[in-house]
């Protein structure tokens, strides 16, 4: 292994002049960067910034176009990760890349030479035992993946790469999903790891505070060129800020407050099971007005799913009552609770939300195909239905050549926003929103808010899921914070403070007066 | 891969547009003969002569194009049984078991009504026509019910479902007419009785009036899958079933309905072949070889992508294909089953152009040579 | 009595011998609904090359080799071409159907070779069975092979960041799979029923496949479920042994296919999965594209 020679403080990992293209886009444009044995070096950017390109790039999973890459002062050429691997560099993604239904133990030596053509379970358990002790990790190494906690996938992954040797370890997200006292626990190891002379490169998208607590130094990535690189103790967040997004503001939505009508949705005491027959939606009441939003803010996992599904008619409540516009509909259908007003906007919008080998017309359908107006004895009227399309897409700005392309040809917010268009344009009574800008860029989220705001002025109520805490505060009237499948609270925005909000989504009330 | 200084490399289809789709089909067909003459060069035999019999049998000679007309009816009903459930994304190979429920229940009415054994009715043939059409479409469509009841409520894996319940009526129908069974000749010979002369069904331009439903139900799908909600239903449930129940489409709903529609046409096929084939008119002694045959429809589906109007021709040539295969098989005396190897070859052929349909390749000129990767020291 | 549990068990081993190909494939993401039509080569051709050659070595050895080669060409279409693996299965079965009734037909009739030798009655190939169920059972759960490839078929993302060459390894596999398929039609037209006849197999692929649902993807509840099976079928061949009169033959062959369908049913219920879980390979049936 080429790393054991390089001694604390010198460039262990190291990237010039990085380009490569993708088909219209120039993704790395000239990215330099290196990083020191020992060093915790963040690279910061929005979606779409390059990083994941340029993480893909260091991990061997693209080659570049132009630009090389150096390890220990020699150049290298990546094939694959596998060649990455056997250079001592790991990587935790985002999305765990883990087996579910292995055990941690499988997952680790999975791929690893060592572990011999007959497994040697007991030396294998002893080895990682030892890893575990070396840097403060605590696990069962027998538990199966898909029992475990958002955080102890992350300290799997971290193992397995330790495991075969990782000296230098990049960490996609490495706080995404976790809770708070979760991530207070992966700091402290990363601070660890870093003492113990791992070289450690975290990509961030915009958790700002994490940057500044445990980067030794930050790059900023925009439009897939590296526009700032400094040491972080001569940062601050708003610098970062500035430098992320290129302007001085973040994302604002000017929030109103509309005069609160009658109940549209009144929730009382429900339950669900989720697919593993678990209660993951555990006696959970609530309101929602005409006019109002209420954000449901919660790490995903937490039942925000079962409890969306529920209210569409997706999934079968266990107990409790959903009453729609004065209507019970615990027991009716999902199509049933359109026709009664519901809009309803997926998280997964290219597997769930549209149906990508569909043309958006069709796509279009979707929301529209049970509703007569469309029809003419039973026969659809396709002309309508292309010409209504085609409002939409002017409506909304939906970049798209002509309403005939399918919708996997869409990019992220594009599709995002024919979606919103599609489910706003039936004047839902009742709008449900599951982390409605995931993924998407700013000018996209910015505008998808201003939809979910302008949907409430119409006089909608709102249910508005997600996970990040600047978009809760921004739109809600009323925040609601969710752990293990219940309502920590519903607080009126005037009274909520960030912090009982994020302590509350982790499972702790702050014992303070509000 | 490259090939001198060209760089050939698989490209995903971003779109097929029909003109491309219909092309791809025909030079699926094209190379699929071809390659079944290599069946004839292995036999000793020259394929165009071969092919040349085989065409001017089926399509051009008085006494094989009705033949070719009767399987094309056959071969178009099977199609549909399949194209159904194919539209929603799931695999109905239980044309045969659905056929043979259909048979039974179309000679089940006479049986009830004790015609066949005494040859005379007091009953209008109009209304036993009709009967026995029903008949055969509601036992079918029971038989397809089991499967699309089970793929929804439980997710039951289709295939095997259906393949079972082939069997089961294999045998069912073995047990109704063979051995002293309710459906017996009374001649023995392991058929079933006969239709009565007076029940012999209406010829239209010298072809059994099924011709016309089978051409009716095509347009009907064809309407049904293009401008209707259950058509939409079920090519948004075949596309991606979790956007489908989004759109607030039932997953249980859209199978067991597929299933019916299905089962009840490759019922009508089998009153087709059964009860309204001049010369038939009996659940005959290989009624398994029908069965069989029925499998052509899935290849007719594959091949016309489930477009109920493109399978009219598609139907028609390998109906004929069939017939002018027993035929040569005879004449240029090969060995048995000849137009069974013709539907293997046929089959794999199309199942490697499936992949046309999503990829293409694209040859680009390479500008100059760049290194290998791989590690360097 | 002894002679009817013996002819149990030999039907047994053909359904065992394929499903446990079959469970190899599945176990690493391949779906092959082909098993009949890869038997059908194996059995056909097997009984072709012993017919000709006297030998019923080189008659398992090519009813095995077109096996492996239909495992190969399964795996062309679904993991290189990217096939749907349910069309490229429906593929091989039609094709395997097809194709040998034509092949076989001049070879229709009985095999004519000196019975292979048995044990008190019982073939050896039994014996073969329940040392290949406990080799796959041994290498799928106690090696590192084992471990690639139910990670390829759990998760063939995580296993090509792992550094495992998916492709390549449910390409041996699904070879695998095939010559097993191919040595079980083999064994069924060179011992079991040493009679060539057009499309013989009559299911029992298909059964074999619901078999292999029904093991949960564990070799040994598919030795039990084979046992079962192998004795339903004998009995639904010869139902004047235990039950003399009862109902019509023809009325006994459907048995063994009703009896599938019910345990299909009853293990998906929820009651069933509740209890033992669905070890489904969580990327049975899906190609695998690399980002």
């Given at each position: 292994m080429l790393l054991k020679?390089i001694?604390?403080?010198?460039?262990v990992l190291?990237?010039?002049?990085?380009?490569?293209?993708?088909?219209?886009?120039?993704?790395?444009?000239?990215?330099?960067?290196?990083?020191?044995v020992g060093?915790?070096?963040?690279?910061?950017?929005?979606?779409?910034?390059?990083?994941?390109?340029?993480?893909?790039?260091l991990f061997g999973q693209?080659?570049?176009?132009?630009?090389?890459?150096?390890v220990?002062?020699?150049?290298?050429?990546f094939?694959s990760p596998l060649d990455a691997i056997d250079l001592g560099i790991g990587m935790v993604h985002q999305h765990r890349k883990l087996v579910p239904a292995h055990t941690v133990i499988e997952n680790i030596i999975l791929g690893h030479p060592g572990a011999g053509r007959i497994i040697d379970l007991p030396r294998v358990s002893r080895e990682i035992g030892e890893l575990c002790e070396r840097y403060g990790f605590s696990i069962d190494l027998k538990a199966k993946i898909w029992q475990l906690s958002e955080g102890e996938k992350q300290i799997v992954e971290i193992l397995k790469s330790l495991y075969r040797g990782a000296e230098v370890l990049i960490m996609d997200?490495p706080?995404?999903?976790?809770?708070?006292?979760?991530?207070?626990k992966l700091?402290a190891s990363v601070e660890t790891m870093s003492r113990e002379n791992l070289a450690i490169v975290p990509?961030?998208?915009?958790?700002?505070?994490?940057?500044?607590?445990?980067?030794?130094?930050?790059?900023?990535?925009?439009?897939?060129?590296?526009?700032?690189?400094?040491?972080?103790?001569?940062?601050?967040?708003?610098?970062?800020?500035?430098?992320?997004?290129?302007?001085?503001?973040?994302?604002?939505?000017?929030?109103?407050?509309?005069?609160?009508?009658?109940?549209?949705?009144?929730?009382?005491?429900?339950?669900?099971?989720?697919?593993?027959?678990?209660?993951?939606?555990?006696?959970?009441?609530?309101?929602?007005?005409?006019?109002?939003?209420?954000?449901?803010?919660?790490?995903?996992?937490?039942?925000?799913?079962?409890?969306?599904?529920?209210?569409?008619?997706?999934?079968?409540?266990?107990?409790?009552?959903?009453?729609?516009?004065?209507?019970?509909?615990?027991?009716?259908?999902?199509?049933?609770?359109?026709?009664?007003?519901?809009?309803?906007?997926?998280?997964?919008?290219?597997?769930?939300?549209?149906?990508?080998?569909?043309?958006?017309?069709?796509?279009?359908?979707?929301?529209?195909?049970?509703?007569?107006?469309?029809?003419?004895?039973?026969?659809?009227?396709?002309?309508?239905?292309?010409?209504?399309?085609?409002?939409?897409?002017?409506?909304?700005?939906?970049?798209?050549?002509?309403?005939?392309?399918?919708?996997?040809?869409?990019?992220?917010?594009?599709?995002?926003?024919?979606?919103?268009?599609?489910?706003?344009?039936?004047?839902?009574?009742?709008?449900?929103?599951?982390?409605?800008?995931?993924?998407?860029?700013?000018?996209?989220?910015?505008?998808?808010?201003?939809?979910?705001?302008?949907?409430?002025?119409?006089?909608?109520?709102?249910?508005?899921?997600?996970?990040?805490?600047?978009?809760?505060?921004?739109?809600?009237?009323?925040?609601?914070?969710?752990?293990?499948?219940?309502?920590?609270?519903?607080?009126?925005?005037?009274?909520?403070?960030?912090?009982?909000?994020?302590?509350?989504?982790?499972?702790?009330?702050?014992?303070?007066?509000? | 891969?490259?090939?001198?200084?060209?760089?050939?490399?698989?490209?995903?289809?971003?779109?097929?547009?029909?003109?491309?789709?219909?092309?791809?089909?025909?030079?699926?067909?094209?190379?699929?003969?071809?390659?079944?003459?290599?069946?004839?060069?292995?036999?000793?035999?020259?394929?165009?002569?071969?092919?040349?019999?085989?065409?001017?049998?089926?399509?051009?000679?008085?006494?094989?194009?009705?033949?070719?007309?009767?399987?094309?009816?056959?071969?178009?009903?099977?199609?549909?049984?399949?194209?159904?459930?194919?539209?929603?994304?799931?695999?109905?190979?239980?044309?045969?078991?659905?056929?043979?429920?259909?048979?039974?229940?179309?000679?089940?009415?006479?049986?009830?009504?004790?015609?066949?054994?005494?040859?005379?009715?007091?009953?209008?043939?109009?209304?036993?026509?009709?009967?026995?059409?029903?008949?055969?479409?509601?036992?079918?469509?029971?038989?397809?019910?089991?499967?699309?009841?089970?793929?929804?409520?439980?997710?039951?894996?289709?295939?095997?479902?259906?393949?079972?319940?082939?069997?089961?009526?294999?045998?069912?129908?073995?047990?109704?007419?063979?051995?002293?069974?309710?459906?017996?000749?009374?001649?023995?010979?392991?058929?079933?009785?006969?239709?009565?002369?007076?029940?012999?069904?209406?010829?239209?331009?010298?072809?059994?009036?099924?011709?016309?439903?089978?051409?009716?139900?095509?347009?009907?799908?064809?309407?049904?899958?293009?401008?209707?909600?259950?058509?939409?239903?079920?090519?948004?449930?075949?596309?991606?079933?979790?956007?489908?129940?989004?759109?607030?489409?039932?997953?249980?709903?859209?199978?067991?309905?597929?299933?019916?529609?299905?089962?009840?046409?490759?019922?009508?096929?089998?009153?087709?072949?059964?009860?309204?084939?001049?010369?038939?008119?009996?659940?005959?002694?290989?009624?398994?070889?029908?069965?069989?045959?029925?499998?052509?429809?899935?290849?007719?589906?594959?091949?016309?992508?489930?477009?109920?109007?493109?399978?009219?021709?598609?139907?028609?040539?390998?109906?004929?294909?069939?017939?002018?295969?027993?035929?040569?098989?005879?004449?240029?005396?090969?060995?048995?089953?000849?137009?069974?190897?013709?539907?293997?070859?046929?089959?794999?052929?199309?199942?490697?152009?499936?992949?046309?349909?999503?990829?293409?390749?694209?040859?680009?000129?390479?500008?100059?040579?760049?290194?290998?990767?791989?590690?360097?020291? | 009595?002894?002679?009817?549990?013996?002819?149990?068990?030999?039907?047994?081993?053909?359904?065992?011998?394929?499903?446990?190909?079959?469970?190899?494939?599945?176990?690493?993401?391949?779906?092959?609904?082909?098993?009949?039509?890869?038997?059908?080569?194996?059995?056909?051709?097997?009984?072709?090359?012993?017919?000709?050659?006297?030998?019923?070595?080189?008659?398992?050895?090519?009813?095995?080799?077109?096996?492996?080669?239909?495992?190969?060409?399964?795996?062309?279409?679904?993991?290189?071409?990217?096939?749907?693996?349910?069309?490229?299965?429906?593929?091989?079965?039609?094709?395997?159907?097809?194709?040998?009734?034509?092949?076989?037909?001049?070879?229709?009739?009985?095999?004519?070779?000196?019975?292979?030798?048995?044990?008190?009655?019982?073939?050896?190939?039994?014996?073969?069975?329940?040392?290949?169920?406990?080799?796959?059972?041994?290498?799928?759960?106690k090696t590192s092979l084992g471990l690639q490839i139910r990670s390829v078929?759990e998760d063939?993302s995580v296993a090509e960041v792992s550094g495992i060459n998916?492709?390549?390894?449910?390409?041996?596999?699904?070879?695998?799979?095939?010559?097993?398929?191919?040595?079980?039609?083999?064994?069924?037209?060179?011992?079991?029923?040493?009679?060539?006849?057009?499309?013989?197999?009559?299911?029992?692929?298909?059964?074999?496949?619901?078999?292999?649902?029904?093991?949960?993807?564990?070799?040994?509840?598919?030795?039990?479920?084979?046992?079962?099976?192998?004795?339903?079928?004998?009995?639904?061949?010869?139902?004047?042994?235990?039950?003399?009169?009862?109902?019509?033959?023809?009325?006994?062959?459907?048995?063994?296919?009703?009896?599938?369908?019910?345990?299909?049913?009853?293990?998906?219920?929820?009651?069933?999965?509740?209890?033992?879980?669905?070890?489904?390979?969580?990327?049975?049936?899906?190609?695998?594209?690399?980002?």
């Open positions: 020679q001694k604390p403080g010198e460039i190291e990237a010039r002049g990085i380009t490569k293209r993708f088909p219209g886009v120039i993704a790395n444009d000239q990215v330099n960067f290196e990083i020191k060093e915790i070096h963040a690279i910061l950017g929005e979606n779409g910034a390059g990083k994941s390109t340029l993480m893909k790039i693209y080659q570049p176009d132009e630009g090389d890459v150096f220990g002062g020699k150049q290298v050429k094939k997200e706080t995404a999903g976790l809770t708070a006292l979760e991530t207070e700091l990509f961030i998208t915009h958790k700002l505070p994490i940057v500044l607590r445990i980067s030794d130094r930050v790059t900023i990535l925009r439009q897939g060129k590296v526009v700032a690189s400094f040491e972080t103790e001569h940062a601050t967040e708003k610098s970062l800020a500035r430098e992320l997004v290129g302007r001085d503001i973040l994302i604002r939505t000017e929030r109103t407050t509309v005069e609160k009508g009658k109940p549209i949705l009144e929730v009382q005491e429900l339950s669900a099971f989720n697919d593993r027959d678990l209660m993951a939606l555990n006696g959970v009441s609530f309101t929602i007005h005409e006019g109002e939003i209420l954000g449901v803010a919660g790490v995903s996992g937490n039942g925000q799913g079962e409890l969306v599904e529920v209210l569409a008619g997706l999934r079968p409540s266990v107990k409790g009552k959903v009453i729609l516009d004065g209507k019970d509909v615990t027991a009716m259908s999902s199509r049933k609770r359109w026709q009664l007003g519901m809009g309803y906007v997926p998280a997964d919008r290219n597997h769930v939300g549209s149906i990508g080998e569909f043309s958006l017309v069709e796509n279009t359908r979707m929301n529209y195909y049970f509703d007569s107006s469309f029809y003419t004895r039973g026969s659809l009227n396709q002309h309508k239905m292309r010409a209504f399309t085609q409002e939409l897409i002017n409506e909304y700005g939906v970049a798209a050549p002509n309403p005939e392309v399918k919708a996997k040809n869409l990019s992220g917010g594009n599709l995002q926003k024919l979606i919103m268009a599609r489910v706003l344009s039936r004047n839902p009574r009742l709008v449900i929103a599951h982390l409605p800008t995931q993924g998407l860029d700013i000018g996209a989220i910015e505008f998808v808010r201003n939809k979910l705001h302008e949907a409430k002025e119409n006089g909608a109520g709102v249910l508005l899921i997600s996970e990040d805490l600047d978009e809760i505060f921004s739109l809600s009237d009323r925040i609601a914070p969710m752990y293990e499948g219940k309502f920590m609270d519903i607080v009126p925005i005037e009274q909520a403070r960030r912090d009982a909000v994020g302590a509350m989504m982790a499972g702790i009330t702050l014992e303070e007066e509000i | 891969m490259r090939a001198g200084s060209y760089e050939i490399k698989l490209v995903k289809r971003i779109s097929l547009t029909n003109l491309r789709a219909l092309m791809l089909s025909v030079i699926a067909g094209v190379v699929a003969l071809f390659a079944f003459g290599f069946v004839f060069v292995a036999a000793g035999i020259d394929p165009f002569m071969a092919y040349q019999k085989i065409f001017s049998f089926s399509f051009f000679n008085d006494f094989g194009l009705p033949l070719t007309i009767n399987r094309f009816i056959f071969l178009l009903l099977c199609t549909y049984a399949f194209i159904i459930p194919f539209r929603a994304g799931l695999w109905n190979i239980g044309m045969p078991g659905q056929l043979y429920a259909g048979s039974l229940a179309a000679f089940g009415v006479l049986h009830v009504l004790d015609i066949g054994k005494s040859t005379t009715s007091h009953m209008s043939p109009l209304i036993i026509w009709g009967l026995m059409l029903a008949a055969a479409a509601v036992a079918a469509a029971a038989t397809g019910a089991i499967a699309g009841f089970l793929k929804g409520k439980y997710d039951i894996n289709e295939i095997v479902v259906t393949m079972m319940l082939n069997y089961m009526a294999y045998w069912l129908v073995s047990y109704m007419i063979k051995e002293g069974g309710p459906f017996m000749n009374p001649g023995g010979r392991g058929e079933s009785f006969e239709l009565p002369s007076s029940l012999h069904a209406p010829l239209i331009w010298g072809s059994p009036y099924t011709l016309l439903i089978a051409l009716a139900l095509g347009l009907m799908l064809f309407h049904m899958f293009a401008k209707t909600k259950l058509g939409y239903e079920i090519r948004a449930y075949g596309q991606n079933p979790a956007a489908a129940s989004y759109a607030g489409i039932s997953r249980f709903r859209i199978p067991l309905l597929v299933f019916i529609l299905g089962g009840a046409i490759a019922g009508l096929a089998g009153y087709h072949y059964f009860g309204a084939v001049p010369g038939v008119y009996k659940i005959a002694r290989n009624y398994g070889f029908f069965g069989d045959l029925a499998f052509y429809g899935i290849i007719c589906g594959l091949i016309s992508r489930g477009n109920p109007l493109a399978s009219i021709p598609v139907a028609f040539l390998f109906g004929g294909l069939s017939v002018g295969g027993r035929y040569v098989q005879g004449e240029l005396g090969m060995s048995f089953g000849l137009d069974y190897a013709l539907l293997g070859v046929l089959m794999i052929t199309l199942v490697a152009f499936q992949f046309f349909y999503q990829y293409q390749i694209v040859t680009t000129r390479i500008r100059k040579e760049t290194s290998d990767v791989g590690i360097l020291h | 009595m002894w002679e009817f549990f013996i002819r149990s068990l030999d039907a047994s081993t053909i359904f065992l011998i394929a499903g446990l190909g079959e469970l190899i494939g599945q176990r690493s993401g391949v779906l092959n609904v082909g098993i009949e039509g890869a038997m059908l080569f194996g059995a056909t051709l097997g009984f072709m090359t012993a017919q000709s050659t006297g030998s019923y070595l080189l008659g398992f050895l090519v009813g095995m080799a077109i096996g492996g080669l239909l495992g190969l060409m399964h795996g062309f279409f679904s993991i290189s071409l990217k096939v749907d693996q349910v069309v490229s299965g429906m593929g091989i079965w039609i094709l395997g159907f097809g194709l040998t009734t034509y092949l076989g037909a001049p070879y229709a009739g009985p095999l004519g070779m000196d019975r292979i030798p048995t044990v008190m009655g019982l073939s050896p190939f039994f014996v073969l069975a329940v040392v290949l169920a406990g080799a796959v059972w041994f290498v799928l759960s078929g063939p998916v492709s390549k390894t449910r390409y041996y596999c699904s070879i695998m799979a095939g010559m097993l398929m191919g040595l079980s039609g083999a064994i069924y037209s060179l011992d079991y029923n040493p009679v060539w006849n057009y499309n013989f197999l009559q299911g029992w692929g298909f059964i074999a496949l619901a078999l292999v649902f029904f093991s949960l993807w564990n070799p040994f509840i598919l030795l039990g479920g084979s046992v079962l099976f192998g004795t339903f079928w004998q009995l639904s061949l010869n139902p004047q042994l235990v039950l003399p009169g009862l109902m019509s033959r023809y009325v006994w062959r459907m048995v063994p296919f009703a009896i599938t369908l019910g345990v299909l049913l009853m293990m998906s219920t929820k009651w069933f999965r509740d209890r033992w879980g669905s070890a489904k390979p969580q990327a049975l049936g899906q190609p695998y594209f690399k980002d």
